[in-house]
Nanobody, 119 residues
Framework: QVQLVESGGGLVQPGGSLRLSCAAS????????MGWYRQAPGKERELVAA???????NYADSVKGRFTISRDNVKNTVYLQMNSLKPEDTAVYYC?????????????WGQGTQVTVSN
């Protein structure tokens, strides 16, 4: 059973920083693209950032220059460093990854972690 377990959310003031982590556990052969999505109340889930196994990276325009995604392929973990946080960054953040065997991949989601940016 493959699981993605997130940590690091919380309450932070505008301008502050948070670091999210997501670790994959279970039995698998490989992890390809890993990423972070977020969903604010009343809005659709949106891509925040994604990183391939070879470290090619894609960011949403709204977070470019403020957020940094990285991964540790030994620890099977993806990170999201969030700086200069704004109230509009408030959302539930979900980890996502394509994980599987040598021949097939399955898309997995984490349980979500709340990030609240407020005074």
């Amino acid at each position: 059973q493959v699981q993605l377990v997130e940590s690091g959310g919380g309450l932070v003031q505008p301008g502050g920083s948070l670091r999210l982590s997501c670790a994959a556990s279970g039995s698998f052969f490989r992890i390809e693209t890993m990423g972070w999505y977020r969903q604010a109340p009343g809005k659709e889930r949106e891509l925040v950032a994604a990183i391939t196994r070879g470290s090619s990276i894609n960011y949403a325009d709204s977070v470019k220059g403020r957020f940094t995604i990285s991964r540790d392929n030994v620890k099977n973990t993806v990170y999201l460093q969030m700086n200069s946080l704004k109230p509009e960054d408030t959302a539930v953040y979900y980890c996502n990854a394509n994980i599987g065997t040598m021949y097939t991949l399955t898309n997995y989601w984490g349980q979500g972690t709340q990030v609240t940016v407020s005074n």
